[in-house]
């Protein structure tokens, strides 16, 4: 039951991280400081429960290894760099747009480090469901000028080695991280994620956290239901299936973040954004039919 609804809950939570990174920016939380607090809240409790039920930990030291480079690889640097570019003045949308880009990226690795079988339907799915992304985000990138690029090329470039590096994450922990308790390796991963935000927090930013109702709130849902919900339901998923159809869902996303904006922050949602989201969800599944 919970391998056929895990798609859908994965994208209605993970969509709500852009809305908790600008409950976060609005209160005057520094990205990178309010990630290190999410990666230790979330490693302790994730250890300490798979401490109380027994969980299996790691018995080889290349298996703790492989488990600290996948967190440094889909938390540190992808939700890090994501962050940070978001937090230094890149435009959420045009965030979105190259985050979308990894569905693409990922369809072509997997087809020769995995040797997974991509079809001409899931292959037309991914090019539909970038056309539909974009005609969501268009409204937010439209405002973006050449200008605009050219002084965030730094925050740009950042979020494309996010990009990648969840790319890359995710046939890590397909190929590496294929076998053990979750529990425990989702604690290792998060221990991983915060040997290297935090020294790089240290460096960049001057550690504001201002314990707000909005930034308690923004911890409790990163870490609850977030960093354990969401990003369980991906290892789960990577693990189980195709790592190229995994990655068609965050097609979806952008869509589905546009969504609550709109419910929560009163955002504009255009009928060209309603008739994307129905282009990305044909593309959605056509990339991930069987």
Same mark, same amino acid.
């Given at each position: 039951m919970l391998e056929r609804v895990a798609p859908a809950l994965f994208v209605l939570i993970w969509s709500t991280g852009w809305i908790v990174a600008k409950y976060a920016a609005v209160a005057g939380a520094d990205p990178l400081t309010f990630?290190?607090?999410?990666?230790?809240?979330?490693?302790?409790? #994730?250890?300490?429960?798979? *401490?109380?039920?027994?969980?299996?930990?790691?018995?080889?030291? =290349?298996?703790? $290894?492989?488990?600290?480079?996948?967190?440094?690889?889909?938390?540190?640097?992808?939700?890090?760099?994501?962050?940070?570019?978001?937090?230094?003045?890149?435009?959420?949308?045009?965030?979105?747009?190259?985050?979308?880009?990894?569905?693409?990226?990922? #369809?072509?690795?997997?087809? *020769?480090?995995?040797?997974?079988?991509?079809?001409?339907?899931? =292959?037309?799915? $991914?090019?539909i469901g970038l056309v539909g992304v974009g005609i969501v985000l268009a409204p937010r990138v439209s405002s973006v000028t050449s200008e605009t690029v050219a002084a965030m090329s730094g925050p740009i470039l950042v979020n494309i080695v996010s990009m990648v590096a969840v790319t890359i994450g995710t046939f890590y922990q397909k190929r590496f991280v294929a076998a053990g308790d979750l529990r425990s390796l989702t604690a290792v991963q998060y221990l991983g994620a915060l040997m290297v935000t935090l020294p790089v927090a240290l460096y960049l930013e001057p550690l504001n956290l201002p314990f707000t109702r909005e930034v308690l709130y923004g911890l409790v849902w990163s870490v609850l239901v977030l960093s354990i919900g969401a990003i369980s339901l991906m290892l789960m998923m990577i693990r189980r299936g195709a790592v190229s159809k995994v990655a068609s869902l965050i097609y979806l996303i952008p869509p589905t973040a546009a969504v609550q904006a709109w419910a929560m922050f009163g955002e504009t949602l255009a009928t060209g954004q309603i008739a994307g989201m129905v282009v990305t969800a044909i593309g959605v599944y056509l990339a991930t039919r069987p």
């Open positions: 990630l290190v607090v999410r990666y230790a809240i979330a490693a302790i409790v #994730i250890g300490l429960f798979a *401490f109380a039920v027994g969980a299996d930990w790691p018995r080889r030291r =290349l298996d703790w $290894v492989h488990g600290l480079v996948s967190g440094i690889l889909l938390h540190a640097i992808y939700l890090g760099g994501v962050w940070w570019a978001i937090g230094t003045g890149l435009p959420a949308g045009l965030s979105a747009l190259i985050a979308a880009l990894q569905p693409l990226l990922t #369809i072509m690795i997997a087809r *020769f480090v995995l040797d997974e079988r991509v079809s001409l339907a899931n =292959l037309a799915g $991914v090019v």
